[in-house]
Nanobody
Framework: VQLQASGGGLVQPGDSLRLSCAAS?????MGWFRQAPGKEREFVTA?????????YYSDSVKGRFTISRDNAKNTVYLQMNSLKPEDTAVYYC????????????????????WGQGTQVTVSS
């Protein structure tokens, strides 16, 4: 599985940004992690299956970020609203061929495919 992430950039606090992640095939689970300088990679959100609404969010982004998918394009989107300086990080798209159990979603080691990362900087 190859993942191609795009959409990062420099925005001001309160702005919005949308990231995209195009997959070469259709993994059952896709998600986003982020990593700020000097910190560990952190779970952001995930979506399981390509039907239904199995979505999961970290507490830090719940209510501000939305993950969605385009089945026809094998693409997952991360809509980020009300961005804060603490959202600054490199954002990584991740995928797993199978449906990851909920307890495994937040652990990077359980995901077996990663995109190249895209920088998101929130600063005034």
């Amino acid at each position: 599985v190859q993942l191609q992430a795009s959409g990062g950039g420099l925005v001001q606090p309160g702005d919005s940004l949308r990231l995209s992640c195009a997959a070469s095939v259709r993994p059952q689970t896709m998600g986003w992690f982020r990593q700020a300088p000097g910190k560990e990679r952190e779970f952001v959100t995930a979506i399981r299956r390509w039907t239904g609404s199995n979505t999961y969010y970290s507490d830090s982004v719940k209510g501000r970020f939305t993950i969605s998918r385009d089945n026809a394009k094998n693409t997952v989107y991360l809509q980020m609203n009300s961005l804060k300086p603490e959202d600054t990080a490199v954002y990584y798209c991740a995928a797993h061929a199978n449906v990851l159990i909920q307890s495994a979603l937040t652990t990077p080691e359980y995901w077996n495919y990663w995109g190249q990362g895209t920088q998101v900087t929130v600063s005034s």
